[in-house]
């Protein structure tokens, strides 16, 4: 079945290209049976009008698009990226260390510097928004930056993790350590205050870190995994 994705068909045209969606199975969210036969028109970066082939009235001179076949959909939202990975160990040296030919330093500038590769892999799948529940600082940068970009996802980011210090491969601008539920509040405190969305933790070498990082994240979703004998909470083969 292909889909089309309405805000990642967008990025392909300005959002002064008006055009038409014509044919398509159009999904709308609502929970109602599909609409089939849809025109959508497009303008100016929004949907103007939807509706049935001879319902709607397409507007002389309107860059028509035929997608008999297809299905339209609204976008997808995913809630747990992470921008500061790359997909492979140079960017999870706790899976496999592979820094002597791969630096980590290296592989983390490059995200930073081209969050761009990210924009297009997600809208590509039909993403058209995403929640980064952990990662360096500059992560937090994104939402501004990507607001009105027509070829990015909108993006949400925690910022830093609530981490055991071990487990941030030397980097302590990607993790916040903590080693007690009241320092783990405080910085939640201080977090929320900053208008972080979400607190995330990961690994966590204790039973304590654990119950820490639950209340610190509250009342929002996080992401805990469960706690890690701390001689496990950094391995490399």
Not at 167 to 189: C, E, I, K, L, S
Not at 204 to 212: F, G
Request: hydrophobic letters at 40%; proline letters at 8%.
């Amino acid at each position: 079945m292909l889909t089309l994705a309405l805000g990642a068909l967008l990025a392909a045209f300005s959002p002064q290209d008006p055009l038409a969606l014509v044919g398509g199975v159009l999904h709308d969210g609502s929970g109602g049976p599909p609409l089939t036969d849809s025109v959508v028109i497009l303008r100016n970066g929004h949907i103007e009008k939807v509706g049935k082939r001879d319902a709607v009235s397409i507007p002389d001179g309107l860059r028509v698009i035929d997608v008999h076949g297809r299905h339209i959909t609204p976008g997808l939202i995913d809630t747990h990226v992470h921008y500061s990975q790359t997909g492979w160990a140079d960017g999870r040296p706790d899976a496999r260390d592979v820094r002597a030919t791969h630096p980590y330093e290296v592989a983390m500038a490059e995200n930073a510097a081209h969050p761009e590769r990210f924009h297009l892999a997600f809208l590509h799948s039909g993403v058209t928004a995403v929640f980064d529940v952990g990662g360096y600082p500059w992560t937090r940068l994104l939402r501004a930056a990507t607001e009105n970009d027509p070829l990015a996802p909108h993006v949400s980011a925690a910022g830093a993790l609530f981490t055991a210090f071990e487990a941030t491969y030397g980097q302590t601008q990607f993790g916040t350590a903590f080693d007690d539920a009241a320092r783990a509040v405080a910085t939640r405190t201080r977090r929320r205050a900053e208008n972080s969305p979400h607190g995330s933790a990961f690994p966590i070498s204790s039973q304590e870190h654990h119950a820490a990082c639950c209340e610190a994240c509250r009342p929002v979703p996080c992401h805990v995994p469960r706690p890690l004998p701390r001689q496990s909470s950094r391995t490399t083969p």
